[in-house]
């Protein structure tokens, strides 16, 4: 284990002895009210309060304007250049935050009282913590996107971790992070590249299929716009993309082979899977019937997305900004060989958050 764990204690109902370090980067001015409010809050739960804000000149001044000095409002460090920008933040957030149980959360991740101190008191008994999303407004696209998080709280397609979906916030124990030597902010699906990379330094990863926190849901241009980023991830799962790219064409030969029947069981099976993941650890309470409805449709366009996907990684990698990313994520038995390599004396283990490089490997 990376660190020495304590049996986790129930925490008072004053400040939770944590950070929350909230990575921000919004090229255009937004709806910041509603998040300042959010963040005042947060502010009165925790201990420490960090929003690392890599917006441009105008944006950055006006999110400094609006949090006002209930929160740490900084920008990344100029020394960490990655292609996720988000991974600079939190970087820099736990750089900069003095406590050893962080909270790291995007702009669209909403907690209560209930679950921050739950996630707060699981750092006592692991060295990163992985809740789970609902939607809290459900429009059609966040209904859509719901199928997805059921399918994964029964098959996540990566057997080195539980069964789960892959959440826009995680906590870490400050001290598992500085151990690990941070992590590979040049790879696209970097939550899970943090996961790994923790899990490989030698650390203990959580899921608890019953720690629910709210996420609001994106605009429906952005929802659009990420299909086929969102597929991309995958090529960091093999046997989920493989499945992906095999949904597709098999459908296509039952149709031509005039077995409809078996593609309408196949639909009726993916409605079946995804209801057990909604009804698992009192999943009905926060997601909709409709998410277990709308697998077969989500599964369909996952399929179609995979494929687009994968001719995007023969052109180089997808579209990210004004280049594209080749690396989905690294893969397990890869950072594992990395950290074996990792020598001691070569002040992985002394060197300090502050002055230590993150690994590239």
């Not at 400040?15 to 919004?26: E, G, I, S």
């Amino acid at each position: 284990m990376l660190a020495v764990l304590s049996p986790a204690e129930p925490l008072s109902a004053d400040r939770l002895p944590a950070a929350y370090v909230l990575p921000l980067r919004w090229s255009e001015g937004g709806e910041v009210e509603e998040l300042a409010g959010y963040l005042r809050w947060v502010s009165t739960q925790v201990e420490e309060t960090i929003v690392v804000d890599g917006s441009p000149g105008p944006v950055f001044a006006a999110h400094a304007a609006a949090f006002g000095g209930f929160v740490r409002h900084l920008p990344p460090d100029p020394g960490l250049r990655f292609a996720m920008g988000k991974v600079e933040g939190v970087i820099t957030g736990l750089r900069e935050c003095t406590r050893e149980r962080v909270v790291i959360a995007d702009d669209d991740v909403r907690y209560d009282r209930a679950s921050l101190q739950r996630t707060v008191e699981l750092l006592g008994v692991a060295d990163l913590v992985r809740p789970q999303n609902y939607f809290d407004e459900l429009p059609w696209h966040a209904r859509w996107d719901t199928a997805r998080s059921l399918l994964n709280r029964v098959f996540s397609g990566d057997p080195g971790l539980p069964v789960g979906d892959f959440p826009g916030t995680l906590a870490v124990r400050r001290s598992s992070f500085e151990a690990s030597g941070a992590y590979d902010g040049d790879a696209l699906f970097e939550n899970l590249e943090l996961i790994r990379t923790i899990d490989a330094a030698g650390g203990s990863v959580l899921t608890p299929l019953d720690l629910y926190v709210a996420r609001r849901p994106p605009s429906t241009a952005h929802f659009l716009s990420q299909r086929v980023r969102q597929a991309y991830d995958d090529f960091a799962i093999p046997a989920r993309m493989a499945a992906w790219l095999c949904l597709g064409p098999a459908a296509t030969g039952l149709l031509a082979a005039r077995r409809g029947r078996w593609l309408l069981a196949g639909a009726a099976g993916s409605v079946a899977l995804a209801e057990l993941g909604r009804r698992r650890a009192g999943g009905r309470t926060r997601f909709p019937l409709s998410g277990s409805l709308l697998a077969p449709a989500w599964l369909a366009e996952r399929s179609i997305c995979s494929w687009l996907a994968l001719a995007a990684r023969m052109r180089g990698g997808v579209r990210y900004g004004e280049g594209r990313l080749p690396l989905a994520a690294h893969s397990r038995r890869h950072l594992r060989r990395a950290y074996s390599r990792a020598s001691p004396s070569a002040g992985q283990d002394s060197a300090s958050l502050s002055e230590r490089k993150p690994i590239v490997l």
